[in-house]
Nanobody, 119 residues
């Protein structure tokens, strides 16, 4: 069972920056992909950004040119650098890892970290 611990959230003013971190219990090089999702109150969880084992990154239109996902294999950690934050970025952010076992696809999730952006 892969365990993820996400951290780095907090309260920031609009226009500010935060960096989220996600530490994995296993080698992230064994995961097919890792990513960040977020869930605002009363809304469904949505994809923010993903990065594959080959370091190919993709992100949602709402965060393009503001958020950057990256990974450090030596530290088994994935990061989300968030710049130019907006009040609508306020949400709980969850780290996700996708990997495969004999039983098929597995998704692991971090407990979430709260990001609050004040106007």
């Amino acid at each position: 069972q892969v365990q993820l611990v996400d951290s780095g959230g907090g309260l920031v003013q609009a226009g500010g920056s935060l960096r989220l971190s996600c530490s994995a219990s296993g080698r992230i090089s064994t995961f097919n992909s890792m990513g960040w999702y977020r869930q605002a109150p009363g809304k469904q969880r949505e994809l923010v950004a993903t990065i594959t084992r080959g370091s190919s990154a993709d992100d949602a239109d709402a965060v393009k040119d503001r958020f950057t996902i990256s990974r450090d294999g030596a530290k088994n950690t994935v990061y989300l650098q968030m710049n130019s934050l907006k009040p609508e970025d306020t949400a709980v952010y969850y780290c996700n890892a996708v990997y495969f076992t004999f039983g098929g696809r597995r998704d692991s999730w971090g407990p979430g970290t709260q990001v609050t952006v004040s106007s």
